[in-house]
């Protein structure tokens, strides 16, 4: 379900899998347990212009999973909260780029095309 990686001197130095570990208290401390499994959120896009001047307000389901344990905990301060804000903004972007009838008949293109700026 999670990884827990260790921290000794202020750098992490073991990441292991699921299961029961035991550290030595006052010489390692755990960094952070990351949940690895795919995760789900709703992402909602503000009162957002379409291309056509149209105002509208989407609302997508965002999934994702940590791939790297290290790089979410070390690099980003909240890797949740940061993956939804760059998933919304993705959403206005597409939103502000297309027209109203392409937002309502256009699903599986707009979903690749979020998709590809996701990743």
């Known amino acids: 379900m999670g990884k827990d990686c260790a921290i000794e001197a202020g750098k992490i130095f073991r990441c292991q899998g699921t299961g029961l570990f035991y550290y030595p208290p006052f010489i390692y401390s755990v960094a952070a347990i990351v949940d690895i499994r795919i995760e789900t ?3 909602e896009a503000t009162a957002t212009l ?7 307000k989407v609302t997508a389901a965002l999934e ?3 791939e790297d344990p290290r790089k979410a ?4 301060q909240n890797y949740r909260q940061t993956v ?3 998933a919304t ?4 972007n597409t ?8 937002l309502l008949s256009e699903r599986d293109k707009i979903a690749a095309n979020l998709e590809n700026r996701l990743i």
Request: charged share 30%; proline share 3%.
């Open 41 to 43: 959120y709703q992402v």
């Open 84 to 86: 939804t804000w760059v």
């Open 73 to 76: 905990i070390i690099d980003v």
């Open 64 to 66: 994702f999973r940590v």
């Open 50 to 56: 379409t291309k056509d001047n149209v105002p509208t």
């Open 95 to 102: 939103i502000g780029s297309m027209e109203l009838k392409d």
């Open 89 to 92: 903004e993705a959403l206005k």
